[in-house]
Each structure stands twice: as C-alpha cells, then as structure tokens.
Nanobody, 126 residues
Framework: QVHLRASGGRLVQAGDSLRVSCRGVGRTFNENAMAWFRQGLTKRREFVSGTDWTGGATIYADSVKGRFTISRDKANNTMYLQMNNLKPGDTAVYYC???????????????????WGQGTQVTVSS
C-alpha cells in the first residue's frame, strides 16, 4: 500500500533542535513535490516548508525561515525537516504530504497535495 510515514517527533525544550522524517512506502517519491504542514491544538493546518521534485527549489513559511531546513534523500525515498532554535509556538502535529502528479513545483496550498502521512507530534516546552 502506498503511503507516507512521518516520524521523529518528540518533546524538546525551547532552543533545541530536532529532525523529523517522512519516508515513502510502496513506491518512490523521487519525482514528486513534497511538503511539511503542521497543526497546533487550536489552529488550522498551516504550511511549513515545501520542496519541488528535484529538491533544488524550496519554500518556507515566514515563521520558520532561517530556523528550519527541508531536504530530501532520494536514495532512501525520505524527506526531512531539520528544525533549529525551536519555540513553544512550533508545538504541533507535523504532517508530510506529496503531490502525486510528477515533476511538480512546491506549493504552499494544502489542496495541491493529495497524499498525506499520519503526522508526528512535536512538543516544545518553555
């Protein structure tokens, strides 16, 4: 069965770093744009970062620019989100997503993504 598996979320302290992963299962996602979104307890799901299918073009939400870095390891069919200088406001369930149409550009619009992982909880304590 084709799906995305997010992992790596845990409880950290403000200022810490953490890397979450999203592994493609069932087929390769090396030709698909992918992204990270997050949803806090009282918030709507919001865009965090995205990468085009090459991994060479990336976009970030203003709230994470300079702190988060998205990357992909095509040999392992995995996308990462390196999060530095974490803040309590970063607390959320982090979801990875893919655009199943091949060779797409990255997008901030969640409606462009049609395959979603199950989410991984990141909690940042003050």
């Amino acid at each position: 069965q084709v799906h995305l598996r997010a992992s790596g979320g845990r409880l950290v302290q403000a200022g810490d770093s953490l890397r979450v992963s999203c592994r493609g299962v069932g087929r390769t996602f090396n030709e698909n744009a992918m992204a990270w979104f997050r949803q806090g307890l009282t918030k709507r799901r919001e865009f965090v970062s995205g990468t085009d299918w090459t991994g060479g073009a990336t976009i970030y939400a203003d709230s994470v620019k300079g702190r988060f870095t998205i990357s992909r390891d095509k040999a392992n069919n995995t996308m990462y989100l390196q999060m530095n200088n974490l803040k309590p406001g970063d607390t959320a369930v982090y979801y990875c997503a893919a655009i199943q149409r091949l060779y797409s550009s990255a997008s901030e619009d969640e409606h462009d993504y049609d395959l979603w992982g199950q989410g991984t909880q990141v909690t940042v304590s003050s």
